[in-house]
């Protein structure tokens, strides 16, 4: 397996919330300078055509990332889609559930209880989704993931914006000119959060701990997003069941590749 286990901050627990969130508004904003709402409501609406579905069932949501603009496009494109979005999160952060609850949203809402990612069976019915947050699960997490999507016959759509393509020696040769450039790059990018917070400014410009986390975070999950091959290899496909898998780049509607998707879904039943 060419994924390797680094460690990320957003994965302790003891990093304060000010500064996972304040990393996480920088996500949402390269989510959008990236153009990944229009990759993804392409692979959702993709999807539908095979498996309907009327709920769009959001795992490890977060502060909910690119998946209510996604619902938004999917939106505009069908002004008469009937489809939800439901956020979930292993660990709900209540604030942010209650801040996403407040706006009374029409098609969206964020679950205030825990949702586990390797039970799917038991999660809320609809098109489970995992936005840039699969290369956060170990090896054997993720096969459960998977094998829990393709047991219960469930449609799932996982999402990497990175691609695990770069030679392992070239990665740490090249770390600290990408740690810098990442850490520049935040400074412009906290330009562009909305709502921007004091606290935001205050640990981005004066105490510079979100850019360092931002950066870190977000080479580590390069090399702990899983390949094409490393995925072939936790599927371990039966010939004789009822799904099917599409492991692909995904591209904008240019044509450009802007990372890759995984897609399962029942091949003899209508959801």
């Known amino acids: 397996m060419k994924r390797i286990e680094l460690f990320e901050f957003e994965d302790f627990d003891w990093l304060p919330k000010i500064i996972r969130t304040g990393a996480t508004n920088l996500i949402i904003v390269l989510h959008k300078m990236m153009g990944t709402a229009e990759v993804i409501t392409e692979l959702v609406l993709t999807i539908h055509k095979k498996y309907k579905f009327s709920q769009i069932t959001d795992l490890g949501s977060g502060s909910g990332g690119p998946m209510p603009e996604v619902l938004n496009k999917i939106h505009n494109i069908n002004k008469h889609s009937s ?33 586990d990612a390797t039970t799917i069976g038991k999660a809320p019915a609809g098109l489970k989704t995992m936005i840039a947050s699969f290369h956060h699960m170990r090896p054997a997490i993720a096969k459960k993931i998977l094998q829990s999507a393709q047991e219960n016959e469930e449609p799932i759509l996982i999402y990497e914006i990175a691609k695990n393509n770069i030679p392992v020696v070239v990665w740490w040769l090249l770390l600290p000119i990408s740690l810098t450039i990442l850490m520049i790059m935040s ?85």
């Open 187 to 271: 400074l412009i990018m906290t330009l562009f959060v909305r709502p921007l917070t004091f606290t935001q400014v205050l640990f981005t410009y004066l105490i510079p701990i979100i850019p360092i986390v931002y950066a870190w975070d977000g080479q580590a999950s390069l090399m702990r997003t899983y390949t094409k091959k490393d995925i072939e290899g936790l599927l371990d496909v039966d010939e004789n069941i009822r799904y099917h898998w599409d492991i692909a780049d995904a591209q904008k509607t240019n044509g450009k590749n802007l990372g890759y998707y995984i897609m399962g879904y029942p091949t003899d039943i209508n959801g």
């Open 83 to 115: 489809i939800r979005l439901m956020l979930t999160d292993l660990y709900p952060n209540p604030k942010i559930v209650q801040k996403i609850n407040a706006q009374k949203l029409e098609n969206i809402t964020y679950n205030e209880q825990s949702v």
